[in-house]
Protein backbone atom coordinates (compact mmCIF):
# COMPACT_ATOMS: atom_id res chain seq x y z
CA UNK A 1 0.00 0.00 0.00
CA UNK A 2 3.02 2.58 0.78
CA UNK A 3 4.20 1.52 -2.70
CA UNK A 4 1.30 2.31 -3.94
CA UNK A 5 0.95 6.10 -2.13
CA UNK A 6 4.26 7.22 -2.69
CA UNK A 7 3.60 5.95 -6.56
CA UNK A 8 0.71 8.78 -6.82
CA UNK A 9 2.31 11.17 -4.72
CA UNK A 10 5.52 11.35 -7.57
CA UNK A 11 3.43 10.58 -10.01
CA UNK A 12 1.37 14.00 -9.32
CA UNK A 13 4.76 16.12 -8.19
CA UNK A 14 5.83 14.82 -12.16
CA UNK A 15 2.86 16.17 -13.71
CA UNK A 16 2.72 19.24 -11.74
CA UNK A 17 6.29 19.94 -12.37
CA UNK A 18 5.42 19.28 -16.33
CA UNK A 19 2.83 21.95 -16.21
CA UNK A 20 5.27 24.66 -14.65
CA UNK A 21 5.21 27.15 -17.60
CA UNK A 22 8.23 28.16 -19.39
CA UNK A 23 9.19 31.66 -19.04
CA UNK A 24 9.47 32.96 -24.02
CA UNK A 25 10.94 36.47 -22.32
CA UNK A 26 10.85 38.93 -20.14
CA UNK A 27 10.81 42.91 -20.66
CA UNK A 28 11.54 45.62 -18.44
CA UNK A 29 9.98 48.34 -18.00
CA UNK A 30 11.07 51.43 -15.85
CA UNK A 31 8.05 51.62 -13.54
CA UNK A 32 5.90 49.48 -11.94
CA UNK A 33 3.13 47.58 -14.07
CA UNK A 34 -0.38 48.44 -13.42
CA UNK A 35 -2.67 47.66 -16.10
CA UNK A 36 -3.44 44.94 -18.14
CA UNK A 37 -2.06 45.16 -21.52
CA UNK A 38 -3.69 44.61 -25.23
CA UNK A 39 -2.57 43.25 -28.48
CA UNK A 40 -3.08 43.56 -31.90
CA UNK A 41 -1.52 41.49 -35.01
CA UNK A 42 1.89 40.32 -33.04
CA UNK A 43 2.11 43.66 -30.97
CA UNK A 44 1.46 44.10 -26.92
CA UNK A 45 0.96 47.23 -25.60
CA UNK A 46 1.27 48.15 -21.98
CA UNK A 47 1.51 51.05 -19.76
CA UNK A 48 4.13 52.00 -17.17
CA UNK A 49 4.19 53.81 -13.99
CA UNK A 50 7.51 55.30 -15.56
CA UNK A 51 4.82 57.15 -17.43
CA UNK A 52 5.47 54.82 -21.03
CA UNK A 53 3.59 53.24 -23.52
CA UNK A 54 5.44 50.69 -24.89
CA UNK A 55 4.87 48.62 -27.62
CA UNK A 56 6.85 44.74 -27.65
CA UNK A 57 7.14 42.21 -29.96
CA UNK A 58 4.76 39.54 -28.88
CA UNK A 59 7.10 36.41 -30.13
CA UNK A 60 10.39 38.23 -28.89
CA UNK A 61 9.62 40.61 -26.36
CA UNK A 62 12.07 43.07 -28.33
CA UNK A 63 10.92 46.81 -28.10
CA UNK A 64 8.66 48.16 -31.05
CA UNK A 65 8.05 51.85 -29.56
CA UNK A 66 8.10 53.41 -26.56
CA UNK A 67 5.82 56.83 -26.13
CA UNK A 68 6.73 58.99 -23.12
CA UNK A 69 3.18 60.22 -21.64
CA UNK A 70 4.64 62.45 -18.77
CA UNK A 71 2.54 60.71 -16.10
CA UNK A 72 2.20 57.07 -14.19
CA UNK A 73 -0.23 55.00 -16.62
CA UNK A 74 -2.51 52.48 -14.37
CA UNK A 75 -4.86 51.31 -16.74
CA UNK A 76 -5.23 49.46 -19.71
CA UNK A 77 -5.00 50.88 -23.58
CA UNK A 78 -7.46 50.00 -25.70
CA UNK A 79 -7.26 49.27 -29.56
CA UNK A 80 -9.80 50.44 -31.86
CA UNK A 81 -8.87 49.87 -35.48
CA UNK A 82 -5.70 51.90 -36.24
CA UNK A 83 -5.94 53.90 -33.42
CA UNK A 84 -4.36 53.25 -29.85
CA UNK A 85 -6.53 55.11 -27.09
CA UNK A 86 -4.54 55.40 -23.10
CA UNK A 87 -5.02 57.83 -20.63
CA UNK A 88 -2.39 58.59 -17.41
CA UNK A 89 -2.78 59.83 -14.23
CA UNK A 90 -2.43 63.51 -15.27
CA UNK A 91 -6.28 63.15 -16.51
CA UNK A 92 -4.02 63.16 -20.20
CA UNK A 93 -5.79 61.00 -22.64
CA UNK A 94 -4.06 60.11 -26.29
CA UNK A 95 -5.12 58.81 -29.14
CA UNK A 96 -2.01 57.77 -31.02
CA UNK A 97 -1.35 56.11 -34.81
CA UNK A 98 -0.84 52.24 -34.43
CA UNK A 99 1.39 51.74 -37.01
CA UNK A 100 3.39 55.27 -37.07
CA UNK A 101 3.32 56.54 -33.04
CA UNK A 102 2.06 59.76 -34.19
CA UNK A 103 -0.22 61.55 -31.61
CA UNK A 104 -3.69 62.01 -33.42
CA UNK A 105 -5.15 63.87 -30.69
CA UNK A 106 -4.58 64.60 -27.25
CA UNK A 107 -6.74 65.98 -24.28
CA UNK A 108 -6.84 66.44 -20.96
CA UNK A 109 -9.36 66.02 -18.00
CA UNK A 110 -8.50 68.25 -14.90
CA UNK A 111 -9.10 66.72 -11.36
CA UNK A 112 -7.35 63.63 -11.61
CA UNK A 113 -6.78 61.93 -8.05
CA UNK A 114 -5.48 59.17 -6.31
CA UNK A 115 -8.17 57.78 -3.56
CA UNK A 116 -5.19 56.25 -0.57
CA UNK A 117 -2.79 53.36 -0.95
CA UNK A 118 -4.81 51.25 -2.35
CA UNK A 119 -6.48 52.64 -5.41
CA UNK A 120 -3.95 51.16 -8.09
CA UNK A 121 -5.91 51.46 -10.92
CA UNK A 122 -7.34 54.40 -13.32
CA UNK A 123 -10.26 53.85 -15.66
CA UNK A 124 -9.27 52.79 -18.85
CA UNK A 125 -10.88 54.09 -21.90
CA UNK A 126 -13.31 51.59 -23.96
CA UNK A 127 -14.89 52.50 -27.81
CA UNK A 128 -18.76 52.29 -28.92
CA UNK A 129 -20.03 53.76 -31.73
CA UNK A 130 -17.49 56.16 -32.82
CA UNK A 131 -17.19 57.63 -28.73
CA UNK A 132 -14.64 57.00 -26.24
CA UNK A 133 -15.76 56.41 -22.98
CA UNK A 134 -14.07 56.43 -19.50
CA UNK A 135 -13.98 57.59 -15.77
CA UNK A 136 -12.21 60.79 -14.06
CA UNK A 137 -11.18 60.97 -9.96
CA UNK A 138 -13.30 64.24 -10.83
CA UNK A 139 -16.18 62.04 -10.06
CA UNK A 140 -17.61 62.18 -14.24
CA UNK A 141 -18.04 59.89 -16.64
CA UNK A 142 -16.89 61.44 -20.17
CA UNK A 143 -17.63 60.31 -23.70
CA UNK A 144 -15.42 61.71 -26.27
CA UNK A 145 -15.37 61.93 -29.79
CA UNK A 146 -13.17 59.08 -31.12
CA UNK A 147 -11.74 60.88 -33.98
CA UNK A 148 -11.12 63.98 -32.33
CA UNK A 149 -11.22 64.00 -29.37
CA UNK A 150 -14.16 66.62 -28.29
CA UNK A 151 -16.48 66.18 -25.46
CA UNK A 152 -19.81 64.39 -26.23
CA UNK A 153 -21.19 64.29 -23.03
CA UNK A 154 -20.52 64.06 -19.18
CA UNK A 155 -22.45 62.25 -16.16
CA UNK A 156 -21.45 63.17 -13.01
CA UNK A 157 -21.66 60.65 -10.17
CA UNK A 158 -20.59 63.15 -7.57
CA UNK A 159 -17.24 61.05 -6.08
CA UNK A 160 -14.13 59.55 -7.53
CA UNK A 161 -14.50 57.18 -10.99
CA UNK A 162 -11.26 54.83 -11.90
CA UNK A 163 -13.82 51.99 -12.85
CA UNK A 164 -13.58 50.64 -16.36
CA UNK A 165 -16.67 50.89 -18.45
CA UNK A 166 -18.80 47.74 -19.17
CA UNK A 167 -20.81 48.35 -22.42
CA UNK A 168 -23.81 46.33 -22.61
CA UNK A 169 -26.90 46.40 -25.08
CA UNK A 170 -25.95 50.29 -25.86
CA UNK A 171 -25.38 51.20 -21.80
CA UNK A 172 -22.64 52.06 -19.90
CA UNK A 173 -22.42 50.21 -16.83
CA UNK A 174 -20.04 51.57 -14.17
CA UNK A 175 -19.58 52.03 -10.18
CA UNK A 176 -17.82 55.19 -7.82
CA UNK A 177 -16.47 55.57 -4.75
CA UNK A 178 -19.31 56.93 -4.01
CA UNK A 179 -20.89 53.58 -3.73
CA UNK A 180 -23.41 53.88 -6.37
CA UNK A 181 -23.23 51.72 -9.41
CA UNK A 182 -25.05 53.56 -12.80
CA UNK A 183 -26.52 52.34 -16.02
CA UNK A 184 -25.95 55.48 -18.52
CA UNK A 185 -27.77 55.47 -21.93
CA UNK A 186 -24.48 55.30 -24.00
CA UNK A 187 -25.18 57.76 -26.95
CA UNK A 188 -26.73 60.37 -24.43
CA UNK A 189 -25.21 59.52 -20.97
CA UNK A 190 -28.77 59.95 -19.78
CA UNK A 191 -28.95 57.39 -16.48
CA UNK A 192 -31.50 54.40 -17.01
CA UNK A 193 -30.90 53.67 -13.31
CA UNK A 194 -28.76 53.82 -10.44
CA UNK A 195 -27.99 50.78 -7.82
CA UNK A 196 -27.02 51.75 -4.20
CA UNK A 197 -24.53 49.19 -2.38
CA UNK A 198 -25.43 47.96 0.98
CA UNK A 199 -21.93 49.91 2.45
CA UNK A 200 -20.40 48.45 5.87
CA UNK A 201 -19.81 49.84 9.31
CA UNK A 202 -15.96 50.66 8.41
CA UNK A 203 -16.66 51.62 4.75
CA UNK A 204 -20.37 53.27 5.22
CA UNK A 205 -20.40 54.53 1.31
CA UNK A 206 -19.33 50.97 -0.39
CA UNK A 207 -17.01 51.80 -2.36
CA UNK A 208 -17.25 50.30 -6.25
CA UNK A 209 -13.09 50.77 -7.20
CA UNK A 210 -13.01 48.28 -10.38
CA UNK A 211 -15.10 47.46 -13.54
CA UNK A 212 -17.94 45.02 -13.96
CA UNK A 213 -18.31 42.31 -15.54
CA UNK A 214 -21.41 40.97 -17.63
CA UNK A 215 -23.48 37.60 -18.50
CA UNK A 216 -26.61 35.83 -18.05
CA UNK A 217 -28.02 39.19 -18.17
CA UNK A 218 -26.57 40.18 -15.38
CA UNK A 219 -24.11 42.94 -14.20
CA UNK A 220 -21.51 41.73 -11.44
CA UNK A 221 -19.29 43.87 -9.55
CA UNK A 222 -16.98 44.00 -6.00
CA UNK A 223 -17.48 46.77 -3.96
CA UNK A 224 -15.17 48.23 -0.29
CA UNK A 225 -18.02 46.90 1.78
CA UNK A 226 -16.98 43.28 1.93
CA UNK A 227 -19.81 42.39 -1.26
CA UNK A 228 -20.10 41.41 -4.44
CA UNK A 229 -23.30 41.92 -6.44
CA UNK A 230 -24.92 40.63 -9.46
CA UNK A 231 -27.56 43.33 -10.65
CA UNK A 232 -30.68 42.71 -13.03
CA UNK A 233 -29.01 44.76 -16.34
CA UNK A 234 -31.79 45.99 -17.67
CA UNK A 235 -33.83 46.85 -14.09
CA UNK A 236 -30.91 47.40 -11.84
CA UNK A 237 -32.72 45.22 -9.30
CA UNK A 238 -30.35 43.36 -6.71
CA UNK A 239 -30.43 39.83 -8.06
CA UNK A 240 -28.08 38.33 -4.78
CA UNK A 241 -25.06 39.88 -2.88
CA UNK A 242 -22.64 37.57 -0.86
CA UNK A 243 -20.62 39.19 1.79
CA UNK A 244 -16.93 38.38 2.58
CA UNK A 245 -16.98 38.97 5.94
CA UNK A 246 -13.37 41.00 6.69
CA UNK A 247 -12.43 41.86 3.19
CA UNK A 248 -12.84 43.97 0.11
CA UNK A 249 -13.67 42.80 -3.00
CA UNK A 250 -11.90 44.59 -5.23
CA UNK A 251 -11.51 42.57 -8.52
CA UNK A 252 -13.91 42.37 -11.58
CA UNK A 253 -15.35 38.87 -11.46
CA UNK A 254 -14.90 36.76 -14.49
CA UNK A 255 -18.00 34.25 -15.65
CA UNK A 256 -18.08 31.32 -17.35
CA UNK A 257 -19.66 28.07 -16.96
CA UNK A 258 -22.37 29.47 -14.99
CA UNK A 259 -19.40 30.49 -11.78
CA UNK A 260 -17.98 34.16 -10.78
CA UNK A 261 -14.62 34.19 -10.20
CA UNK A 262 -12.95 36.80 -7.61
CA UNK A 263 -9.63 37.31 -5.62
CA UNK A 264 -9.98 38.90 -2.58
CA UNK A 265 -8.70 41.60 -0.36
CA UNK A 266 -7.64 41.04 3.62
CA UNK A 267 -9.17 37.74 3.85
CA UNK A 268 -6.16 36.75 0.96
CA UNK A 269 -8.08 34.04 -1.09
CA UNK A 270 -9.47 32.99 -4.82
CA UNK A 271 -12.95 32.41 -4.55
CA UNK A 272 -15.56 30.59 -7.65
CA UNK A 273 -19.48 31.55 -6.66
CA UNK A 274 -22.37 30.24 -8.21
CA UNK A 275 -23.32 32.99 -10.97
CA UNK A 276 -27.48 32.35 -10.01
CA UNK A 277 -27.12 32.32 -6.36
CA UNK A 278 -24.01 34.27 -5.33
CA UNK A 279 -23.36 30.37 -3.42
CA UNK A 280 -19.89 29.87 -2.50
CA UNK A 281 -18.41 26.59 -4.76
CA UNK A 282 -14.79 26.38 -3.61
CA UNK A 283 -12.29 28.91 -2.50
CA UNK A 284 -8.13 29.04 -2.46
CA UNK A 285 -6.14 30.48 0.55
CA UNK A 286 -3.43 32.88 -0.37
CA UNK A 287 -0.78 34.72 1.28
CA UNK A 288 -1.83 38.06 -0.07
CA UNK A 289 -4.39 39.86 -2.10
CA UNK A 290 -6.16 39.82 -5.71
CA UNK A 291 -6.90 42.73 -7.21
CA UNK A 292 -7.47 41.68 -10.65
CA UNK A 293 -9.95 39.98 -13.09
CA UNK A 294 -8.70 36.56 -13.67
CA UNK A 295 -8.32 34.68 -16.74
CA UNK A 296 -9.23 31.66 -18.87
CA UNK A 297 -7.30 29.24 -20.78
CA UNK A 298 -9.06 25.90 -21.43
CA UNK A 299 -10.60 24.36 -18.39
CA UNK A 300 -8.25 26.37 -15.83
CA UNK A 301 -8.88 30.03 -14.34
CA UNK A 302 -5.35 32.14 -14.23
CA UNK A 303 -5.33 34.74 -11.32
CA UNK A 304 -2.02 36.73 -10.52
CA UNK A 305 -1.33 37.67 -6.59
CA UNK A 306 0.10 40.60 -4.72
CA UNK A 307 2.92 38.25 -3.60
CA UNK A 308 4.43 37.82 -7.15
CA UNK A 309 3.06 34.42 -8.12
CA UNK A 310 0.73 33.97 -11.06
CA UNK A 311 -2.17 30.54 -10.03
CA UNK A 312 -3.99 28.21 -12.51
CA UNK A 313 -6.51 26.29 -11.05
CA UNK A 314 -9.05 23.56 -12.52
CA UNK A 315 -12.20 25.97 -12.38
CA UNK A 316 -14.36 23.67 -11.56
CA UNK A 317 -12.47 22.28 -8.25
CA UNK A 318 -9.96 25.29 -7.16
CA UNK A 319 -7.23 22.73 -7.22
CA UNK A 320 -4.01 24.10 -8.57
CA UNK A 321 -2.87 23.14 -11.58
CA UNK A 322 0.59 25.06 -11.85
CA UNK A 323 1.90 28.30 -10.35
CA UNK A 324 4.50 30.60 -11.35
CA UNK A 325 6.86 32.66 -8.81
CA UNK A 326 8.63 35.99 -10.86
CA UNK A 327 12.14 36.77 -9.82
CA UNK A 328 11.47 39.72 -7.85
CA UNK A 329 9.24 37.14 -5.57
CA UNK A 330 12.03 34.80 -4.98
CA UNK A 331 13.96 37.53 -4.24
CA UNK A 332 12.36 39.51 -1.89
CA UNK A 333 10.17 37.00 -0.65
CA UNK A 334 12.01 36.86 3.27
CA UNK A 335 11.02 41.00 3.33
CA UNK A 336 7.56 39.69 3.87
CA UNK A 337 7.38 36.12 4.46
CA UNK A 338 9.23 33.03 6.64
CA UNK A 339 10.26 30.02 4.84
CA UNK A 340 6.76 28.68 5.15
CA UNK A 341 4.93 31.39 3.70
CA UNK A 342 3.62 33.43 6.36
CA UNK A 343 4.23 36.85 7.62
CA UNK A 344 7.70 36.86 8.76
CA UNK A 345 8.17 38.33 12.38
CA UNK A 346 7.77 42.17 12.64
CA UNK A 347 5.94 42.75 9.63
CA UNK A 348 2.55 44.18 9.92
CA UNK A 349 0.14 45.45 6.71
CA UNK A 350 -0.91 47.79 8.56
CA UNK A 351 0.14 51.02 11.22
CA UNK A 352 0.60 54.12 11.19
CA UNK A 353 0.93 56.06 7.70
CA UNK A 354 4.50 55.88 7.30
CA UNK A 355 4.48 51.84 8.52
CA UNK A 356 1.70 51.43 6.12
CA UNK A 357 4.13 52.90 3.13
CA UNK A 358 7.04 50.27 3.98
CA UNK A 359 4.30 47.70 4.12
CA UNK A 360 3.25 48.52 0.99
CA UNK A 361 7.23 49.07 -0.54
CA UNK A 362 7.99 45.57 0.48
CA UNK A 363 4.56 43.80 -0.78
CA UNK A 364 5.91 45.42 -4.02
CA UNK A 365 9.20 44.71 -3.97
CA UNK A 366 7.45 40.58 -4.66
CA UNK A 367 6.73 41.77 -7.72
CA UNK A 368 3.10 42.01 -7.25
CA UNK A 369 0.81 40.96 -10.05
CA UNK A 370 -1.83 44.01 -10.63
CA UNK A 371 -2.51 43.29 -14.35
CA UNK A 372 -5.52 39.98 -15.52
CA UNK A 373 -3.52 37.38 -17.16
CA UNK A 374 -3.50 38.14 -21.04
CA UNK A 375 -4.25 34.51 -22.75
CA UNK A 376 -3.16 33.76 -26.29
CA UNK A 377 -3.44 30.29 -26.91
CA UNK A 378 -0.65 28.47 -25.14
CA UNK A 379 1.12 31.71 -23.91
CA UNK A 380 0.45 33.92 -21.31
CA UNK A 381 1.24 37.48 -20.82
CA UNK A 382 1.04 39.80 -17.34
CA UNK A 383 3.00 42.37 -15.80
CA UNK A 384 4.82 41.32 -12.04
CA UNK A 385 6.35 44.49 -10.66
CA UNK A 386 8.08 46.61 -13.64
CA UNK A 387 8.59 43.20 -15.50
CA UNK A 388 6.21 42.17 -18.57
CA UNK A 389 6.63 38.63 -18.52
CA UNK A 390 5.57 35.81 -21.66
CA UNK A 391 4.95 32.45 -20.17
CA UNK A 392 4.69 29.24 -22.71
CA UNK A 393 2.04 27.01 -20.72
CA UNK A 394 0.35 23.48 -21.48
CA UNK A 395 -2.81 24.90 -21.96
CA UNK A 396 -5.27 22.49 -20.89
Given at each position: ?15 Y ?5 K ?18 D ?12 Y ?5 SG?L??K ?14 G ?9 GDIY ?7 S?L ?6 G??R????D ?5 P????GL?II????G ?6 A????E ?7 D ?17 Y???F ?10 A ?6 G?T ?25 N ?15 K?L?S ?39 N??V ?10 V ?5 N ?12 I ?11 N ?15 A??G?E ?23 GD ?12 L ?5
Amino acid sequence: MRKFILLGLCLNIFMYLHAVPKVLWKYETGGRIVGTFSQKDNKLFLGSEDGCLYTLDKRSGKLISKFDSGSPIRSKPTVSGDTLFFNNANGDIYALHIRTGSVLWKTTIAGEKRVDFWDYYLSSPVIHNGLMIIGSGNGSVYALDAATGREKWTFQTGDVVHADPLLYRERVYIGSYGGRFYALDAATGLPAWDFKTVGDTYFPKGDVQAGASVAYDRIYFGSRDFNIYALNAETGTGMWNTKELGSWIIATPAIADSLAFAGTSDTHAFCCFDAFTGAERWRVSLNMRVYAEAAFQGTNVLFGCFNGKLYCADRKTGSIVWEFQSDDSRANWHKVYDAVGNFREGFALYGTEAETQKAEDDIASLGSILTSPLVDGDTVYFGSGRYCYALETQGD
